[in-house]
Nanobody, 122 residues
Framework: VQLQASGGGLVQAGDSLRLSCAASGRTFSTYTMGWFRQGPGKEREFAAVISRSGDRTYYADSVKGRFTISRDNARNTVYLQMNTLKYEDTAVYYC????????????????WGQGTLVTVSS
């Protein structure tokens, strides 16, 4: 599966942004989808994951209550709604897909998008 992330940009602290990740192929609903991010000088870290059907989600503590992951299997797209953005949310955001169940470990994901840059000014 090929993944194309979009929706990044420059925003101010407190603003909202919605990222999208469009997947190719007809098997999107068979993949668990995750969002990861990598800030300047930092390692890639988990942000959110959603189950194949969308009935289960899990978030990193750093984004819980502010970010919402969702998916539309009919449109082969996963979203990350980001509210109340903070300066420390500045990062390249990556969507990823894995054939197994939900995981917070990047190395367990099989496919990755190219990343979309989110910059939050303080």
């Amino acid at each position: 599966v090929q993944l194309q992330a979009s929706g990044g940009g420059l925003v101010q602290a407190g603003d909202s942004l919605r990222l999208s990740c469009a997947a190719s192929g007809r098997t999107f609903s068979t993949y668990t989808m995750g969002w990861f991010r990598q800030g300047p000088g930092k390692e890639r870290e988990f942000a959110a994951v959603i189950s194949r059907s969308g009935d289960r989600t899990y978030y990193a503590d750093s984004v819980k209550g502010r970010f919402t992951i969702s998916r539309d299997n009919a449109r082969n797209t996963v979203y990350l709604q980001m509210n109340t953005l903070k300066y420390e949310d500045t990062a390249v955001y990556y969507c990823a897909a894995r054939a197994g169940s939900e995981s917070i470990r990047a190395r367990q994901y099989d496919y990755w998008g190219q990343g979309t840059l989110v910059t939050v000014s303080s």
